[in-house]
């Protein structure tokens, strides 16, 4: 499955996996006590959509900063140092108890988000070329550290309070950074040497390519739109559907936990069908689900020749959350199809474009959720926030047409080119 590597590149990976979901469990944490700080604190939607997303705005920034110090430095040192590092504020969360606190910690506690541009490298550094999308799409899967959260979180609550939350999170963190250090093997041992680069500016040479930004911007809509839902629909079944947070933590599980596990299928399918397939058809199938679910709850009156009829349209909760399920199912794909499209154009820049490209993702897990605060708290329709991804969505469909189109067209002026030069050659 990972080519040729020997059973301690096997294990490299695997424990790359597991620090990288609990990293990505720590990274969405917030989304579930948020909901107590939300009711002890008295926060507007917009308030709880800055709450959640803070900790993502680090993770966000910090990826590209920390793909480039992967490729100098390597990475092994970098994830232990990260772990260490992450432990702190969530020792000290559970001793905040103003708004401004909470932010400050969630700005130390998103760090945690980094991991995934640090990791990337660690694997795709240990993985053969056949297998790149596979071997990305399995460390991928540490997503499910979000439905780790959903399904860990609420049962420490019940049991000793919001407040050991992030306590018992710390105490893991360390606990993987010593399993991490003890387990795992240096960077040049590993099979490949850390691509040495003479100055940063050649390092990110590659950031100047338009391609890039278009796979950050697909990368905006699956990741973002991913872990912008993931934080954002526990409080969602709570205030639409009425729903305790023990049920609404479970019920966001359906769709974080299918999201994480099929990106290792992502991964395969883009190996064995082409990341591009693979992508475009998760923008329709996710067209299709976000269409059902921006309709608002609507009360319609037929004026009938003896009597009005009034019919109330309004998705059930098992309805709405099969869709979301389908969606999560399909953006689990995107997101492996995605990073199997970066390492296809630029495969000695994992490092700086995967952190590139992962850092846009991030950030749309920053922006929409507060976002979704904005236009619930504007146009005050709980749906609005499906109605504002559906419009995320569209944008990466035109620039992805667009994209396939001026270098279908381009690959085509080369051949006629170089054609026309072989028949002047003759």
């Known amino acids: ?111 945690s988000g980094s991991m995934f541009s640090i990791g990337i490298h660690f694997v795709s550094s240990r993985s053969s070329e056949r297998s790149q999308g596979l071997a990305m799409g399995i460390f991928g899967a540490g997503n499910l550290g979000a439905a780790i959260t959903n399904l860990i979180a609420p049962l420490i609550i019940i049991a000793y309070g919001w407040r050991m939350a992030p306590t018992a999170y710390g105490v893991v963190l360390l606990l993987l950074a010593f399993l991490f250090w003890m387990l795992t093997d240096e960077d040049q041992q590993a099979g490949r040497q850390p691509h040495r680069i003479s ?30 839902l993931a934080l954002w629909l526990p409080d969602y079944y709570v205030s639409h559907y009425g729903l305790d947070i023990q049920t609404a933590s479970f019920l966001t599980l359906m769709f974080t936990l299918p999201g994480a596990l099929t990106r290792i299928l992502g991964g395969w399918s883009a190996d064995h069908l ?90 749309g897990g920053f922006v929409l959720p507060v976002l979704f605060g904005l236009v619930a708290d504007t146009m005050g329709v709980r749906s609005s926030c499906f109605m504002l991804l559906y419009g995320v969505l569209a944008v990466c469909m035109c620039v992805m047409y667009y994209g396939i189109s001026v270098e279908e067209r381009r690959t085509r002026l080369q051949e006629a080119i170089r054609n026309n030069f072989l028949k002047d050659d003759s």
């Open 274 to 363: 082409g990341a591009r397939h693979v992508n475009w058809s998760v923008f329709w199938v996710c067209l299709v689900c976000l269409f059902f679910l921006s309709y608002p709850p609507t009360t319609m009156t037929v004026h009938g020749i003896r009597e009005d009829t009034t019919f109330v349209i309004d998705m059930p909760v098992w309805l709405f959350t099969v869709l979301v399920m389908v969606m999560g199912v399909a953006m689990g794909f995107g997101k492996a199809s995605v990073f199997r499209l970066v390492y296809d154009y630029y495969p000695e820049r994992m490092g700086v474009v995967g952190g590139m490209v992962g850092m846009l993702g991030a950030i």
């Open 1 to 111: 499955m990972i080519g040729n590597s020997n059973q301690q590149q096997i294990s490299a990976i695997a424990m790359a996996t597991l620090v990288f979901s609990a990293c990505f469990a720590v990274w969405t944490l917030v989304s579930v006590i948020g909901l107590q700080i939300k009711n002890d604190l008295l926060l507007s939607d917009t308030q709880f959509g800055v709450l959640v997303a803070t900790p993502i705005l680090t993770g966000a920034l910090l990826r590209l900063p920390m793909g480039i110090l992967a490729e100098r430095w390597g990475s092994r040192r970098l994830i232990v140092a990260l772990l260490l590092f992450v432990s702190v504020p969530l020792f000290l969360f559970s001793y905040a108890s103003t708004f401004n606190h909470y932010l400050l910690l969630g700005l130390g506690v998103g760090a």
């Open 199 to 228: 100055t940063l500016a050649e390092q990110i040479k590659p950031l100047a390519d338009a391609r890039v930004w278009r796979f950050g911007l697909y990368y905006f809509f699956v990741f973002g739109g991913y872990i912008a």
